[in-house]
């Protein structure tokens, strides 16, 4: 019987962190068949007390795409003789 890693994750201690945006822990998970990329950066409350604040993103997804380019509008053609000379 094949191991089922389903609603199952790991997270690992994020050796290439170089600043606070940079997660202290990566890893992954698997939620009904769909695979996911796990981040947490561990954090204190004000009283002091420990937590992890976690972000979760489908491993499908692609880096925001850049915009397409807005279509270049037709410009009527001048006469030259219209033309103020500078």
Known sequence: ?????????????????????HPDLKGSMEVNGVEYWLAAWANKTKEGDKYLKLSISPKDEQKAEK???APVE?????DEGDCMPF
């Open 1 to 21: 019987m094949p191991y089922d890693n389903n609603m199952k994750g790991v997270l690992f201690k994020n050796d290439k962190k170089e600043s606070d945006q």
């Open 67 to 69: 915009p397409e380019a």
């Open 74 to 78: 037709e410009v009527e053609e001048v």
